[in-house]
């Protein structure tokens, strides 16, 4: 995991970066009633390519830590973005894992997953269980499980494992760890008993979506994963790992879909926490910003001590093929890539003969159209 080193006043201080997945999920027919083929391809294991729609002869290109492309398992992603950053739980450090993105473009596959193909919060809980109980009795220390499961929505915080919570407070402690008074915390002692607590909860979550005009979509779910370790010998040291994993509200502009009333409402909360999460993340990521927003938004004050700081974290955003996703994509990789490429290269009619027209470039296009990217 990159990290960045500041030093300041003698005292050293870890800023981590926010590593940045990108997983474009299978083309899916039924999505494409126009019948017009995917709009964003893969390139290699970081590059992918989303054709320019002010020049369909041209594709924009970019560039992440890591591209997951179509044909990628929930094993893959899980080695790839999640496992390396699971043993940092068990020394009190903390965590946190993200799917960002629009709408049905497969932040609930990443994340949750089926049972015939589970995704990342299966996959985790398991092995931090597994390097749990790897651990050898002779270091010293206990060790002991626990889970909260909450929900985001309208800028409220909802416990999930207590039905009819009200918006429960966020607070900082004088370690500047941050807490949340009134939160279920539930001691699990297995991944059975994890799913015990876990299923129900978001089988109502799910369940009251569909009545209450799609809210899985509109809300961040948060599950977090506590490690606290404990030495056996005198005096008794204490660790706390926390471990967030998170599946965000849609990241669709919901200005183009008209919304009015109380789903008006909705979106605004929901801009402003994905908003801020994006200044959080930008600046984090470019080291140059001396305030990071994190208590402009419930989401990243909760997330405060888990995302950057000496904390690890991953944003997989998900993205999907189809034209009638095209915008809300653009605008996905806008805010996961700091950096893109305009290409003079033909995308879905490579192999009709298209009609070279003098374009006006600028230095840098010519260097990537000559370059043969
Ligand atoms: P989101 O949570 O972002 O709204 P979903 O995870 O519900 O999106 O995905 C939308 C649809 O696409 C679902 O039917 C899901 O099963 C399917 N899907 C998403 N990602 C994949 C993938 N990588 N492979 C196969 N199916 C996928
Ligand atoms: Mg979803």
Known sequence: MAQRLTVSDGVSKKTSRVRVAVRLRPYMSRQDEKDE?????GLDSQNLEIINWRNATETVKYH???????QTTQQEVFLSSVKPILPHILNGQNASVFAYGPTGAGKTHTMLGTAEQPGVIPRAVREVFNLVSAKDEDEGWDYSIGMSYLEIYNEKVLDLLSPNSQDLPIRENKDKNILIPGLTHTA???FSDFDKHFIPATLNRTTASTKLNQRSSRSHAILLIK???TQRALPHRQQTGKLYLVDLA???DNRRTGNQGIRLKESGAINLSLFTL???VDALNSGTAARIPYRDSKLTRLLQDSLGGSAHSVMITNIAPEYRYYFDTFSALNFAAKSK?????P???ETVAVPVLPVKRSREEHEAAGSGA
């Not at 083929?37 to 391809?41: E, F, I």
């Open 347 to 349: 995308f879905t009619r």
């Open 250 to 252: 849609g990241s669709e």
């Open 227 to 229: 490690v606290v370790r």
């Open 278 to 280: 994006s200044k959080v």
């Open 64 to 70: 992440f830590d890591v591209f997951h492309g179509e």
């Open 188 to 190: 699990i002692s297995s």
């Open 341 to 345: 490429l305009i290409v003079n290269k």
């Open 37 to 41: 083929g995917p709009c964003v391809r």
